[in-house]
């Protein structure tokens, strides 16, 4: 690829199943895919690709050292792996750097820590046995690589109303503050199955211990969170009930001070909401809906936090599991899992609004990370 080319394009990451799991039994997928997108054309180009990471429905993407960690999601699995991969932005590789196991199965989300020594990971568990642990800590060394599990903690057992979907615990996400004293910092993890929002300490050595739990109402099924940029307000997308809750800090808790809903009062039929991001000024929130198959539209009030819905923009394909905003912030990428495409939208950043500019067919996208990835040393 020509060196102009980077001059007007980004990277961004893809996982695509390449493995029948119980939402998808005929996955199309490559597995782990880095390709650039280029915002003048709305041009992408594939750059590399491994097809020998089994499933990674989620990834986290440390653009400073290049690394890519995959969580690998095989439902009859006892305990699942996160893999590290290193891309070589002067060669277009993608290197294999080590994996460990999650000690639990179904591994849902992960989040590089803020100083960068940590991975922290979630996983969202299918079925009994095994380590069974509900969120752990790995050390990160200097190339990429992780340690062992170093610290990890089981959530209290418990169930929603909905049967079929809230049988147990499922963590999904995570988010990492600093306490109100400064002290430590605190992960935030949405629970699916408890209608729990979670709060655990990060204690020293590392350790985690559950501090406390925000109740949702009951079968709301919480997903994914973003923070607001000012750190007041943390915003849940909850997959069972396909709502917003916009949740206000107090001290190393939150309350809840709004639920909103993700489609519109007249769609009738199932609709599970998925991912959930925030515009970097904290202008407006974006949400998608698996179903309606939709991306919803909030704007946030400068004072209130509260967020207000501004309509929806039909996701151009199936099964809007995932997406991402450029870091430009021009555009919105949406991984259609069920129609085998992304979907390339413009943003207005004045206004917000969506405008379908491109579309781009690959296997069953369910996971995308777009960021500038660091050159090679």
Known sequence: ????????????????????????????????????????????????????????????????????????????????????????????????????????????????????????????????????????????????????????????????????????????????????????????????????????????????????????????????MVLHPNGRFLYVINELDSTLATLERQEDTFAIVSILPTVPASFRDANFAADLQISADGRFLYGSNRGHDSIAIFTIDPVTGLPASRGHVAAGGKTPRNFALTPSGRHLICANQDSDSLTIFSRDGGTGFLRPRASYPIGTPVCVRACELASTP
């Open 1 to 224: 690829m020509e060196r102009a080319l980077w001059l007007r394009s980004f990277i961004f990451s893809l996982g695509s199943l390449n493995r029948p799991v119980s939402f998808c039994q005929e996955p199309t997928g490559d597995g782990i895919s880095v390709l650039s997108f280029d915002e003048d054309t709305a041009a992408i180009h594939p750059l590399a690709r491994r097809g020998d990471v089994d499933n990674p429905c989620f990834l986290t993407v440390d653009a400073g050292r290049s690394v890519i960690y995959a969580n690998t999601e095989v439902h009859e699995w006892r305990e699942g792996v996160v893999s590290a991969w290193h891309f070589d932005r002067d060669t277009n590789r993608l290197d294999y750097l080590n994996m460990q196991p999650t000690l639990g199965s179904t591994p849902s989300y992960s989040r590089a820590s803020a100083d960068g020594g940590y991975l922290y990971l979630v996983n969202y568990a299918i079925g009994e046995g095994g380590p069974d642990q509900s969120t752990l800590i790995y050390g990160r060394r200097e190339d990429g690589r992780l340690t062992p599990p170093l610290a990890s903690l089981r959530f209290t057992p418990g169930t929603g109303p909905k049967a079929d979907r809230q049988e147990r615990s499922h963590p999904h996400a995570i988010i990492e503050i600093p306490s109100a004293d400064g002290t430590k910092n605190l992960l935030i993890v949405p629970d699916l199955g408890t209608d729990r929002i979670e709060v655990v300490a990060v204690e020293s050595g590392p350790r985690l211990a559950a501090l406390s739990h925000v109740a949702l109402p009951a079968g709301a099924g919480p997903r994914h």
